[in-house]
């Protein structure tokens, strides 16, 4: 009977430490499953709060189970992510960017519109109050207030025209154009401000006429433009305007030179964006 029950109390003891190291080998599986899931989760928390403060790092993958999948998709939303706050920045930073120059051009347009409005009442004040000395004197006055008032009307119409660029609304019918007429009418706008400055204008008109397929409006805006800013940039020498046909003979080269201050080849590459010019 006594080895029975010793049998029995051993059998029991076994029992219990069977029991005690199948709970302990149960917690201690608990523990590092909990460990090796809560730690990649650990990083992925981590991971979105930086990028909630604007830092977007990837996080290490650590396994290729589930948690590594879940990690790679997370990894690959945070670069969408970042992408696209790159590119919204962008934008926004050229939005600003364009918003300032625009202000600018409207500051400088504003300057330049008072400027021949001034001339006007100027001289006409002038005339009104009969201060001229002779006929002669106020023909002059009456032919400055004219140019000063075709001035006038060139710089309103280039606003126009940058509303109608804005709009898409910029149509160019092509027709035969005479680069003769072109260069007759450009030497008679620009004639006068060449010699208010002393400068020596020479518009090479064709001795042959030249005809190139164009919008009349246009290539006379564009050449009385480069002209006029040859003058304006240039202090003392002279400007010379000249068209050439190509030695295929199926184009005309338009040149405007001036002895003026020049351009730096930076300055050149940024002229064709919006609202910008060389000088502000």
């Not at 021949?116 to 006409?124: A, H, Q």
């Not at 898409?168 to 620009?190: K, T, Y």
């Not at 068209?243 to 730096?264: L, Q, Y």
Request: hydrophobic content about 40%; aromatic content about 6%; charged content about 25%.
């Amino acid at each position: 009977y006594d080895n029975s029950m010793k049998r029995v109390e051993q059998g029991g003891e076994l029992a219990w430490v069977l029991r005690v190291s199948a709970l302990a080998v149960g917690l201690l599986t608990c523990w590092v499953v909990i460990r090796s899931v809560k730690k990649p989760l650990d990083h992925l928390t981590r991971a979105t709060e930086k990028i909630a403060a604007g830092r977007f790092e990837p996080v290490t993958i650590m396994s290729k189970d589930e948690l590594g999948q879940l990690t790679q998709a997370f990894n690959e939303m945070s670069r969408a992510i970042k992408e696209r706050t790159t590119a919204l920045e962008e934008q926004r930073r050229l939005a600003v960017q364009a918003n300032e120059l625009k202000t600018e051009f409207l500051a400088n347009t504003s300057h330049e519109l008072r400027t021949p409005l001034n001339t006007i009442m100027g001289y006409t004040q002038l005339v009104l109050d009969g201060l001229a000395r002779s006929p002669q004197e106020e023909r002059g006055y009456l032919a400055t207030i004219q140019q000063s008032s075709k001035h006038l009307l060139s710089l309103i119409n280039d606003v126009l025209d940058i509303a109608r660029i804005e709009a898409g609304e910029m149509h160019l019918d092509l027709e035969p154009v005479s680069v003769r007429q072109i260069f007759a009418r450009v030497e008679e706008h620009m004639r006068l401000p060449a010699q208010e400055k002393g400068l020596h204008l020479k518009v090479a008109i064709p001795p042959q006429d030249l005809w190139v397929r164009a919008h009349p409006g246009r290539l006379s805006q564009v050449l009385l433009n480069l002209t006029g800013n040859a003058i304006k940039f240039t202090t003392s020498g002279k400007v010379d305007v000249e068209a050439k046909p190509d030695e295929e003979g199926e184009r005309v080269w338009f040149t405007v030179r001036d002895t003026g201050v020049g351009m730096a080849r930076e300055k050149q590459e940024r002229l064709f964006q919006k609202f910008v010019q060389a000088d502000g």
